[in-house]
């Protein structure tokens, strides 16, 4: 069998040494184990006052993203539910009615739109399916709770607010690749 | 003047302990009363001036023994008290066993010439080093062969403990 | 005398009671650096006022009795356990005293011509403390927690007085303010009783129940052993025993085998003697700090015995151990003296 790490021993039931039944040496050299521990630097971080950093990367709860104009980008397209490997989006659209041009940037939109926190996984996915460049997941985590109904996301709490100095920022998520991705035509969703 | 009194609750206190045991429920409160007269006993040594005495009495007695004893009933749980039918002809003879007893001490302590003087009987002899010395030289013979004695029933417990174990 | 004796009690019982609290904090601590964590550190500045936040803790804690329960058992059992851990502290010397007005003062509460076999009486009665209440809880793993502390207690306290008649033999006296005074200097007993001081340590862990002996209180088999049905303070108490005992035991170590409260050099003239007296408490005070600490690092590095290993250590392996340490002893002594 070809060894998976060379850190493998073999085990043998040889009969001990004196030396290693006297237990005295085994002892003393695992003390000395424990004893480099001690004085090694500590992995705790102290909460409150430090938090750990999150990768610049980090995939959080999601982000309905709004335009430059303060429009929702969402159109409803049900791309994001079909690629959810958890089923946890549900939207219901609405056709944009004359004088609601500000509020929503596309003629369909997402009456209700709503991501399951307890079934999400976090993989992503429905930030890739979106041609509309409409949900992100970013760096924020999802706030626990006593009940489920607490982990079901609507639109109140998933778009972002219109005012510009509150906007959540995405661009660490729109890498070049992420981009180039997008305007791959070969894929299917990326296809008008 | 203390030593009286102390003499007096020790005495009272080891007469309370037995008497418990007898009169104890519990096989546990037995044992653990027993213990308490033993520790009584240690006092009244103490007051003898007989200090290794002692101490040896509360290892040996109270640390050892008793916990063995503590040990034994707990295994056994013998916690209900089983209270066994005595027939009457047990009964009779255990009254005239006890009666016969104490008319044997009774007359044994009157013919008894007890000289109670206090210098006298406190001395230097319960003292570690007294004691040594006597048992050194006066009894040598029977302290070394009870030496050997409890020598080779350690060595027979080992080698018990060997021949089944491994 | 008498007033300074009663000061020296009071005093040395305070101590005892605020190390064996700050033990608590040092263990928790200890052990977290030996796992790479920190430790507790939020109550106070590095977490000195934890001891105080578990005192507090435990006496607001529902206090429960097995509805089974013998009452004036389970209730004396921690109390004993308290009581025979508070006591030999009476016997070691704390350290070379200091002379005031023209009396020497000796920091020590008794010294009885039997000490060495009085501490080991006081041992021997502790196990009671133990076997009353795991067997007054009415609980099975009480019970075997208390029949698996006395086996134990008894198997072990057999091999230490077989180690300590060594060091009796050496100094010629049970006393021991004699044999603190015999190691003067640098002249300690472990350099004439390496294999003893290995052997007297070993019980001594086992004596204390302390890991890797803590079979009494083994949390994988017995869920807490003889303290399963306790709470509150009595079961603090039990808790509170178990670090005194290490506190206690840490200063024989020191008295037995690191000569007490001796320091080489003490003789240089340019100590004075209430120099020698505080410096010699200090460092006594040092070496059962670094027992203590012994105690901690070994509780966080080794695993613990299985119970017959335990049993074949004891009776078959330090016993045989122990009586030719006694043996090699009395040659030496023959030979040398």
Same mark, same amino acid.
């Given at each position: 069998m070809i060894p998976l790490t060379n850190r493998s021993k073999t085990v043998s039931n040889k009969k001990m040494t004196f030396a290693e039944r006297l237990y005295l040496p085994g002892i003393v050299s695992g003390m000395f184990i424990t004893l480099k521990h001690f004085f090694r630097k500590k992995t705790t971080i102290k909460y409150p006052e430090k938090k750990r950093e999150f990768a %610049? *990367?980090?995939?959080? !709860?999601?982000?309905?993203?709004?335009?430059? @104009?303060?429009?929702?980008?969402?159109?409803?397209?049900?791309?994001?539910?079909?690629?959810?490997?958890?089923?946890?989006?549900?939207?219901?659209?609405?056709?944009?009615?004359?004088?609601?041009?500000?509020?929503?940037?596309?003629?369909?939109?997402?009456?209700?739109? %709503? *991501?399951?926190?307890? !079934?999400?996984?976090?993989?992503?996915?429905? @930030?890739?399916?979106c041609p509309k460049e409409a949900i992100f997941l970013t760096k924020e985590t999802v706030i626990s709770g006593f009940h489920r109904d607490v982990f079901i996301y609507g639109k109140d709490r998933l778009v972002e607010s219109a005012d510009p100095d509150k906007r959540i920022d995405i661009t660490k998520r729109l890498t070049p690749e992420v981009i180039e991705f997008k305007k791959d035509k070969k894929q299917r969703h990326n296809r008008k | 003047m203390l030593t009286k009194y102390l003499f007096y609750f020790f005495s009272i206190l080891a007469i309370f302990a037995s008497v418990m045991v007898l009169m104890s429920k519990k096989p546990i409160h037995s044992v653990l009363y027993l213990t308490l007269a033993f520790l009584a006993i240690a006092g009244h040594f103490i007051l003898l001036n007989a200090q290794f005495i002692a101490i040896v009495n509360v290892i040996v007695y109270a640390g050892a023994i008793m916990v063995l004893f503590l040990f034994t009933v707990m295994l056994l749980n013998l916690n209900i008290a089983i209270e066994h039918q005595k027939s009457n002809l047990i009964k009779i003879t255990a009254v005239i066993a006890a009666g016969l007893l104490f008319v044997t001490i009774t007359g044994a302590t009157k013919k008894l010439d007890i000289v109670y003087n206090h210098n006298q009987v406190v001395t230097q002899i319960g003292m570690v080093k007294n004691l040594g010395k006597i048992l050194f030289s006066d009894f040598r013979l029977p302290f070394e062969v009870s030496g050997i004695l409890f020598l080779s029933a350690m060595v027979g417990t080992v080698m018990l403990g060997k021949k089944t174990g491994d | 005398?008498?007033?300074?004796?009663?000061?020296?009690?009071?005093?040395?019982?305070?101590?005892?009671?605020?190390?064996?609290?700050?033990?608590?904090?040092?263990?928790?601590?200890?052990?977290?650096?030996?796992?790479?964590?920190?430790?507790?550190?939020?109550?106070?500045?590095?977490?000195?006022?934890?001891?105080?936040?578990?005192?507090?803790?435990?006496?607001?804690?529902?206090?429960?009795?097995?509805?089974?329960?013998?009452?004036?058992?389970?209730?004396?059992?921690?109390?004993?356990?308290?009581?025979?851990?508070?006591?030999?502290?009476?016997?070691?010397?704390?350290?070379?005293?200091?002379?005031?007005?023209g009396t020497h003062y000796y920091f020590q509460v008794a010294d009885i011509n039997i000490g060495v076999l009085y501490s080991f009486a006081v041992v021997s009665v502790g196990v009671y403390g133990i076997m009353i209440g795991g067997w007054a809880s009415n609980n099975k793993f009480s019970l075997l927690g208390a029949i698996r502390a006395s086996s134990q207690m008894i198997s072990y306290e057999l091999t230490m007085g077989l180690s300590i008649i060594a060091i009796v033999m050496m100094t010629g006296s049970l006393s021991l303010k004699d044999i603190v005074t015999a190691q003067h200097g640098f002249n300690w007993n472990i350099w004439y009783q390496p294999l003893g001081f290995l052997i007297f340590l070993t019980c001594a862990y086992a004596e204390c129940n302390r890991s890797p002996f803590d079979l009494p209180e083994c949390e994988t088999e017995l869920i807490g052993g003889y303290h399963t049905e306790y709470s509150s303070m009595k079961l603090g108490f039990y808790l509170f025993a178990e670090y005194i005992n290490m506190f206690i035991s840490s200063a024989m170590i020191s008295t037995l085998y690191f000569g007490g409260y001796n320091f080489p050099f003490m003789d240089s003239p340019a100590l004075s003697v209430n120099a020698v007296g505080i410096i010699g408490t200090f460092v006594l005070f040092l070496k059962i700090g670094f027992f203590g600490f012994?105690?901690?690092?070994?509780?966080?590095?080794?695993?613990?015995?299985?119970?017959?290993?335990?049993?074949?250590?004891?009776?078959?392996?330090?016993?045989?151990?122990?009586?030719?340490?006694?043996?090699?002893?009395g040659l030496g002594i023959m030979i040398f003296k």
């Open positions: %610049e *990367i980090y995939r959080g !709860r999601h982000v309905l993203k709004r335009d430059d @104009e303060g429009r929702e980008r969402c159109t409803a397209c049900g791309l994001c539910a079909l690629a959810c490997p958890a089923e946890a989006i549900t939207m219901v659209a609405e056709e944009r009615k004359p004088g609601e041009e500000h509020l929503y940037r596309e003629e369909k939109y997402a009456k209700i739109y %709503e *991501i399951d926190m307890l !079934r999400c996984i976090f993989c992503g996915l429905c @930030e890739e399916a | - | 005398m008498l007033i300074f004796k009663l000061i020296l009690i009071v005093s040395i019982l305070l101590l005892s009671l605020l190390i064996a609290m700050y033990s608590t904090l040092f263990e928790r601590k200890i052990a977290g650096f030996f796992q790479d964590r920190f430790g507790p550190d939020r109550a106070g500045p590095g977490g000195i006022f934890q001891p105080l936040a578990d005192g507090l803790k435990l006496f607001f804690k529902e206090e429960f009795m097995p509805a089974k329960a013998d009452k004036f058992l389970y209730i004396l059992g921690p109390s004993l356990t308290m009581l025979v851990a508070l006591l030999t502290s009476a016997i070691i010397p704390w350290g070379p005293g200091i002379t005031f007005k012994l105690y901690m690092w070994i509780r966080w590095t080794l695993p613990r015995f299985r119970y017959d290993q335990l049993m074949n250590l004891g009776w078959k392996k330090l016993i045989p151990v122990a009586v030719i340490n006694m043996i090699l002893t």
